[in-house]
């Protein structure tokens, strides 16, 4: 079990700039959330997704954001023409059917849109 | 809608006393409530998880939380503080309702600890 992975770990980009981040689950693990935090705040529920299928979007979730988990495994989170809001911590989460809702969670994105 | 209130954005305590961080919480049924420690520049980690057994429910490090329904708390105690528990702590809760289990959390609480 080597954890959940999150890379990269830090992003600086300018703002209408596109960004994508990846998220390595723990592997055996059939769902997978993003959540983002700012600064002096708890973590936001962004999207999860129970295998490849993406169930539950939140209205946080603007148009600009996209998720995908293709095959179940890992998962992309893309944000289009990023704004200065966006400068967060994106943090992504797996957990397992069986072991009721303990979600593990990787070490962050942390994005800085100049 | 389920929320998530932590009582002080930040507690500081001496090394060796009781360590006490409010949660309340709102919810229309009986939730699922947890504790996460977040360690500067890591993700988050579980303390301890209230699912319906047991009120008071022991978790990692020393530390443990009471469900008090009538009280709708979940607070988190450690009767001796340790200076490697100085962290950002966030209480959450999850619809059991949601089989999502997405969770709401609270905005945390940063305990510092004293020599």
């Known amino acids: 079990d080597t954890g959940v992975s999150q890379n990269p770990r830090h992003k600086i980009t300018k703002r209408g700039q596109n960004v994508t981040f990846r998220c390595d689950p723990i592997?055996?693990?059939?769902?997978l959330y993003w959540y983002r935090q700012t600064l002096g705040q708890g973590p936001e529920f962004l999207t999860y997704?129970?295998?490849?299928?993406?169930?539950?979007k939140s209205r946080l979730l603007s148009d600009r954001f996209s998720a995908e988990r293709p095959k179940g495994s890992f998962s992309t989170l893309e944000i289009q023409r990023t704004e200065q809001g966006d400068s967060a911590m994106y943090l992504c989460?797996?957990?397992?059917?069986?072991?009721?809702?303990?979600?593990?969670f990787g070490p962050g994105t942390r994005l800085t849109v100049t | 809608a389920q929320s998530v209130t932590q009582l002080g954005s930040h507690v500081s305590v001496s090394e060796g006393a009781l360590v006490l961080l409010r949660c309340n919480y709102s919810?229309?049924?009986?939730?699922?409530l947890f504790w996460y420690v977040q360690y500067p520049n890591q993700g988050l980690q579980l303390l301890l998880k209230?699912?319906?057994?047991?009120?008071l429910v022991k978790g990692i490090n020393g530390f443990e939380a009471e469900f008090k329904k009538s009280e709708t708390s979940f607070h988190l105690t450690k009767p001796s503080a340790h200076m490697s528990d100085a962290a950002e702590y966030f209480c959450?809760?999850?619809?059991?309702?949601?089989?999502?289990?997405?969770?709401?959390f609270g905005q945390g609480t940063e305990l510092s600890v004293k020599p």
């Open positions: 592997s055996e693990h059939n769902r």
């Open positions: 997704f129970q295998n490849e299928a993406q169930l539950e």
């Open positions: 989460a797996s957990s397992f059917t069986g072991v009721l809702y303990e979600q593990y």
């Open positions: 919810s229309s049924v009986p939730p699922y």
């Open positions: 209230y699912t319906s057994a047991a009120t």
């Open positions: 959450a809760v999850s619809d059991r309702g949601n089989q999502g289990g997405k969770l709401i």
